[in-house]
């Protein structure tokens, strides 16, 4: 038997030779000496359990004769003083001697884009004119956004890109039949930039025909989105019309004093934050209410006249973000 296979049985029948040593009352006792052929004595075997393996009892009878050699392990063993096992505590070790926690990263603040489309003219544009879009792109985040792609959805037989401006590094980067698509670079904190789409209108078109569109965009970064703008349609005739506040809609016109009175447009970015306010022969009064567009851009405000003075007054909604306003009137009789 080798020594590699002997060492786990040998380590664990120590305390079967601690018995021995001293007389143990265990199952096992130390057995007066046997003649030899020579007529001289050598050391009997120790009483073994029978379930013991046969390679067990031959490492065991080795190790004993060792011993009473002088074997260097037993006799630097102190003399036990009882057959008593003392506990020890057990000391457990740590897996990693010296582990070092990595900071934390420091949370990236998120970038914000907001975009708003101006058309000009913006109410009526004529038959084979012209007809521009002005995107306006704002970061409202604290943090830095990556390229932001405006995708402006149009009817190549309706309007055709002739020409654009823009900031150097922002350029068109596609000009399709159903889509024109901008890039712009990148945007810091509160930056803005600006560019314009100049198209031809078709002379095919009737009168009345709308010529709608609303963009989407998405923006690179460690926090990247998307969104969509305003909606910006126009009506196609025979002469331009521009104006400078967004259609708002109040029905009825006008009535006596007492009837309930309903604003609505669908001109603002959707989820946007909106101020309200009425212009009255006393001056401004707030609209005190929190007020948002809904997820189309749309806000309906009902105006309640019990009290007014028969008079005329103006609703203005202002978009705190596309900084668009949308007026109307309506009478007190």
Known sequence: MHMQHRAPILLALTAL???????????????????????????SVVPTPPDLPPEAQAA?????????????????????????????????????????????PTPVPPADISVTIRPDPSIRVARSSQLSYEIRVRNYGEGSAGSVVVDLPITSSQIDLINFAATPGDFVSADEPERVEVTFGGFAPDERRDA????????????????????????????????????????????????RYVFLAITPTNGPPGTRFEAFTDRFIPDEPLTAWLNTPDGIEPIERTLHADAFGRIRIDLDSVGRAPTTYELVIYGQRSKLVAVSEFTVD
């Open 17 to 43: 030779l601690m018995a021995v040593m001293i007389g143990g009352a265990g199952t096992m006792a130390a057995q007066p000496p046997a003649p030899d052929d020579a007529g001289g004595t050598t050391p």
């Open 60 to 104: 065991l009878a080795d190790f004993i004769r060792d011993a009473a050699q002088g074997n260097a392990l037993v006799q630097g063993m102190p003399a036990p003083i009882s057959d008593q096992v003392i506990p020890r505590s057990q000391v457990f070790l740590p897996l990693v001697a010296h582990s070092t926690l990595s900071p934390s």
């Open 196 to 243: 314009t789409l100049l198209f031809s209108v078709s002379d095919a078109l009737l009168d009345d025909a709308v010529i709608d569109v609303r963009a989407s965009f998405r923006w690179d970064g460690p926090q990247g989105g998307a969104g969509q703008s305003n909606r910006a349609p126009v009506l196609v005739g025979g002469f331009n019309n521009d104006a």
